[in-house]
């Protein structure tokens, strides 16, 4: 059934519209000028009295825009994001509690006041006075950063379209309220929030960065409560009392996801880092091993560490930063194929540095350790290994085999165990390469260590 469209009235005279007739029009005086109308005319009529039409276009027409990107300063920054700040971009940065959100936006905050750029920093959580004095302890001026304890929304767009800044900065978006509420983190609020300051930042073309906190079950303010709404989400990784912190990008519609930004936090405030220098670190001791894994772009070189440990109770498998099912699944391999007996011995693993690591390519360095320590029998610390462990035991293939070899030659490694079937993949390297094929030849490895 069609539905019933409700006729409306008409002053022929000004165009004023009316929901019932009248014998005056109240707008422009005139007497008998109220018509009757269709829905549909009602329709074309306020289509064109609408002053702000929608205008259609073509995509081939449509300027992309490019090469127009804003760097942060922070070159690992521009790389997650897929080469800088986007105008109008909607930013939302998550992390535990002092992981180093706020000392990232103020060094960011920085780096644009140092180019004559103004930011914005609206801090519900510290004061001012907190907020100089990590300022102090990270030696910034900010001579271009301005500072509120501002927590309603209606004074914070009335500021943005005042100051007209070239970055705004939220610490954070559950300490917004609304003028008629009293409570602020609610969820009608949040979604109201956001979906504000979104509209800010695509009418100025002002790159927004909110800073949301992490629920118990490690989401954003709440299960995608704010994710879908935002252009890019970035997440801190690492433990408080560790010293590296990983930035990773889990969405972003104007890059790829996947890579990452690795800082190291010292007194000063975060530092950039390169890759995490394993090479300072290495010990000959048996249950560590050293292998490789990718973090977007980039190769780190990490540390792979087993502890094998004779019970009379019932054994314990535990894994700290590695995959606890792999794990259990390489144990297995290793029992099947090198006739171990492992199912009286307790195996802790462990990824060290605090790192948190799911690939396949670190099995093969897993059952070396693995194997060292239930030998005890300590690998060369100028080993590395790579490779996925199948359950026949064969050694499977790893992508990116030579970004990973580059990145352990650079370290001064000196030998690299790989899969047998990568061997015509191998770029020169001034390195030793072995190949293993099954897991059976890796108690030949022990001849050479």
Same mark, same amino acid.
């Given at each position: 059934?069609?539905?019933?469209?409700?006729?409306?009235?008409?002053?022929?005279?000004?165009?004023?519209?009316?929901?019932?007739?009248?014998?005056?029009?109240?707008?422009?005086?005139?007497?008998?000028?109220?018509?009757?109308?269709?829905?549909?005319?009602?329709?074309?009529?306020?289509?064109? #009295?609408?002053?702000?039409?929608?205008? !259609?276009?073509?995509?081939?027409?449509?300027?992309?825009?490019?090469?127009?990107?804003?760097?942060?300063?922070?070159?690992?920054?521009?790389?997650?994001?897929?080469?800088?700040?986007?105008?109008?971009?909607?930013?939302?940065?998550?992390?535990?509690?002092?992981?180093?959100?706020?000392?990232?936006?103020?060094?960011?905050?920085?780096?644009?006041?140092?180019?004559?750029?103004?930011?914005?920093?609206?801090?519900?959580?510290?004061?001012?006075? #907190?907020?100089? !004095?990590?300022?102090?302890?990270?030696?910034?001026?900010?001579?271009?950063?301005?500072?509120?304890?501002?927590?309603?929304?209606?004074?914070?767009?009335?500021?943005?379209?005042?100051?007209?800044?070239?970055?705004?900065?939220?610490?954070?978006?559950?300490?917004?309220?609304?003028?008629?509420?009293?409570?602020?983190?609610?969820?009608?609020?949040?979604?109201?929030?956001?979906?504000?300051?979104?509209?800010?930042?695509?009418?100025?073309?002002?790159?927004?960065?909110?800073?949301?906190?992490?629920?118990?079950?490690?989401?954003?303010?709440?299960?995608?409560?704010?994710?879908?709404?935002?252009?890019?989400?970035?997440?801190?990784?690492?433990?408080?009392?560790?010293?590296?912190?990983?930035?990773?990008?889990?969405?972003?519609?104007?890059?790829?996801?996947?890579?990452?930004?690795?800082?190291?936090?010292?007194?000063?405030?975060?530092?950039?880092?390169?890759?995490?220098?394993?090479?300072?670190?290495?010990?000959?001791?048996?249950?560590?091993?050293?292998?490789?894994?990718?973090?977007?772009?980039?190769?780190?070189?990490?540390?792979?560490?087993? !502890?094998?440990?004779?019970?009379?109770? #019932?054994?314990?498998?535990?894994?700290?930063?590695?995959?606890?099912?792999?794990?259990?699944?390489?144990?297995?391999?290793?029992?099947?194929?090198?006739?171990?007996?492992?199912?009286?011995?307790?195996?802790?693993?462990?990824?060290?540095?605090?790192?948190?690591?799911?690939?396949?390519?670190?099995?093969?360095?897993?059952?070396?350790?693995?194997?060292?320590?239930?030998?005890?029998?300590?690998?060369?610390?100028?080993?590395?290994?790579?490779?996925?462990?199948?359950?026949?035991?064969?050694?499977?293939?790893?992508?990116?085999?030579?970004?990973?070899?580059?990145?352990?030659?650079?370290?001064?490694?000196?030998?690299?165990?790989?899969?047998?079937?990568?061997?015509?993949?191998?770029?020169?390297?001034?390195?030793?390469?072995?190949?293993?094929?099954?897991?059976?030849?890796?108690?030949?490895?022990?001849?050479?260590?």
């Amino acid at each position: 059934m069609k539905p019933k469209t409700k006729n409306k009235y008409i002053c022929s005279n000004c165009k004023e519209i009316y929901s019932r007739w009248t014998g005056r029009c109240i707008k422009c005086g005139s007497w008998n000028t109220i018509e009757e109308m269709e829905g549909e005319e009602i329709l074309k009529l306020n289509l064109l #009295q609408n002053k702000n039409p929608s205008i !259609l276009k073509k995509l081939s027409q449509i300027d992309t825009k490019e090469n127009i990107r804003i760097s942060s300063g922070i070159a690992d920054l521009d790389l997650v994001l897929g080469g800088g700040f986007v105008p109008g971009s909607f930013i939302l940065i998550g992390g535990e509690p002092g992981v180093g959100k706020s000392t990232l936006m103020l060094s960011l905050s920085e780096n644009f006041s140092r180019n004559n750029k103004k930011v914005l920093y609206f801090s519900g959580e510290e004061s001012p006075e #907190q907020i100089k !004095l990590r300022a102090n302890r990270m030696n910034i001026q900010g001579e271009n950063i301005l500072i509120s304890r501002e927590t309603e929304l209606n004074q914070i767009i009335y500021n943005i379209i005042t100051e007209k800044p070239d970055l705004i900065i939220i610490d954070s978006v559950q300490t917004i309220q609304l003028e008629d509420a009293n409570i602020p983190g609610t969820v009608s609020q949040l979604k109201y929030t956001a979906f504000k300051l979104m509209e800010i930042a695509k009418k100025t073309n002002i790159p927004i960065i909110l800073i949301g906190h992490i629920t118990k079950e490690g989401s954003i303010s709440g299960p995608k409560l704010l994710e879908h709404m935002v252009d890019t989400v970035l997440y801190f990784e690492s433990d408080r009392l560790n010293h590296y912190r990983i930035l990773r990008a889990i969405k972003n519609r104007f890059g790829n996801i996947g890579e990452v930004a690795i800082f190291e936090m010292i007194p000063e405030g975060l530092k950039i880092i390169q890759t995490i220098p394993q090479e300072m670190h290495r010990i000959n001791s048996p249950g560590c091993v050293y292998s490789v894994i990718l973090e977007g772009s980039r190769a780190i070189a990490v540390e792979v560490q087993a !502890l094998v440990s004779k019970t009379n109770y #019932q054994t314990k498998r535990m894994a700290e930063g590695l995959d606890i099912r792999r794990v259990i699944l390489l144990t297995a391999v290793l029992e099947k194929f090198l006739k171990l007996n492992l199912s009286e011995q307790d195996i802790f693993t462990n990824l060290a540095g605090g790192l948190i690591a799911h690939e396949p390519a670190l099995d093969l360095a897993i059952c070396a350790s693995i194997l060292s320590s239930y030998l005890e029998k300590p690998i060369k610390k100028n080993f590395a290994f790579i490779g996925e462990v199948g359950l026949t035991g064969e050694i499977r293939p790893t992508p990116r085999i030579n970004a990973r070899i580059k990145e352990l030659a650079n370290l001064g490694f000196e030998k690299i165990y790989i899969p047998t079937s990568q061997k015509k993949e191998i770029d020169s390297f001034n390195i030793d390469i072995k190949e293993i094929g099954h897991i059976k030849e890796l108690v030949e490895v022990f001849k050479d260590a």
